[in-house]
């Protein structure tokens, strides 16, 4: 399965939190048990530097297995560092057994406080 493509909203100095459901052509959950996952967000493709990193390691990403869902979560302390702007991303997933799949890309644009 090729990967989709998502748009992220994202409000500096905020809590950020998304839930992505993962699932089959017919619309059921695919069961994520065992997984973990990976999301990068930078200011183009080819950047080195990133504006942040979310994995199963860091606990910016929680996985639901049976569900098939995947959430993201960014402190409001980090989001107030970033700045304003649309970066891209793309969120990867590792089975137990070591298949890689990118699930998701697409932008995540920073939308800029007041406060």
Same mark, same amino acid.
């Given at each position: 399965?090729?990967?989709?493509?998502?748009?992220?909203?994202?409000?500096?100095?905020? @809590?950020? =939190? %998304?839930? !992505?459901?993962?699932?089959?052509? *017919?619309?059921?959950? &695919? /069961?994520?048990?065992?997984?973990?996952?990976?999301?990068?967000?930078?200011?183009?493709?080819?950047? @080195?530097? =990133? %504006?942040? !990193?979310?994995?199963?390691?860091? *606990?910016?990403?929680? &996985? /639901?297995?049976?569900?098939?869902?995947?959430?993201?979560?960014?402190?409001?302390?980090?989001?107030?560092?970033? =700045?304003?702007?649309?970066?891209?991303?793309?969120?990867?997933?590792?089975?137990?057994?070591?298949?890689?799949?990118?699930?998701?890309?697409?932008?995540?644009?920073?939308?800029?406080?007041?406060?």
């Amino acid at each position: 399965m090729s990967a989709g493509t998502l748009k992220i909203d994202c409000e500096q100095g905020a @809590t950020f =939190s %998304l839930i !992505i459901a993962y699932k089959d052509p *017919d619309q059921k959950a &695919i /069961d994520l048990t065992g997984y973990t996952a990976r999301m990068v967000v930078k200011q183009h493709k080819s950047s @080195t530097d =990133s %504006l942040v !990193i979310l994995t199963t390691e860091n *606990d910016r990403i929680t &996985i /639901d297995g049976e569900a098939g869902e995947i959430e993201l979560a960014i402190s409001a302390d980090d989001t107030a560092d970033f =700045s304003q702007g649309y970066y891209v991303y793309d969120l990867i997933i590792t089975s137990d057994g070591g298949e890689v799949s990118r699930i998701v890309e697409g932008y995540f644009v920073v939308d800029g406080g007041v406060s």
